[in-house]
């Protein structure tokens, strides 16, 4: 059974920096891209940043230059660094793990979801 548990998020002022976490297990994490949504309440779920198995990214023109996600296989664990942040960053982070080995911004791409971990950026 794959699972994913997100971790990392809270409350930062306008500027600041967080980390989020998203450790997977139940499938051989490193033939898999991952990737980063979020819901801002009201919204829809949104793309964040992708990264395939062989570590191309791939980023949202929103957070572009302030967000980098990487991963470590040998731990099963993808990140999203967010420098810079804005209130308009405020949202639900969800990880989310793909079909395949390179993902892009779709929903559809992705067949395992984390649970959520909120970020809100103060102003």
């Known amino acids: 059974q794959v699972q994913l548990v997100e971790s990392g998020g809270g409350l930062v002022q306008a500027g600041g920096s967080l980390r989020l976490s998203c450790a997977a297990s139940g499938r051989t994490f490193s033939n898999y891209a991952m990737g980063w949504f979020r819901q801002a309440p009201g919204k829809e779920r949104d793309f964040v940043a992708t990264i395939s198995w062989s570590r191309n990214t791939h980023y949202a023109d929103s957070i572009k230059g302030r967000f980098t996600i990487s991963r470590d296989n040998a731990k099963n664990t993808v990140y999203l660094q967010m420098n810079s942040l804005k209130p308009e960053d405020t949202a639900v982070y969800y990880c989310?793990?793909?079909?395949?080995?390179?993902?892009?911004?779709?929903?559809?791409?992705?067949?395992?979801w984390g649970q959520g971990t909120q970020v809100t950026v103060s102003s």
């Open positions: 989310a793990l793909a079909r395949l080995a390179y993902a892009t911004w779709p929903p559809v791409e992705y067949d395992y």
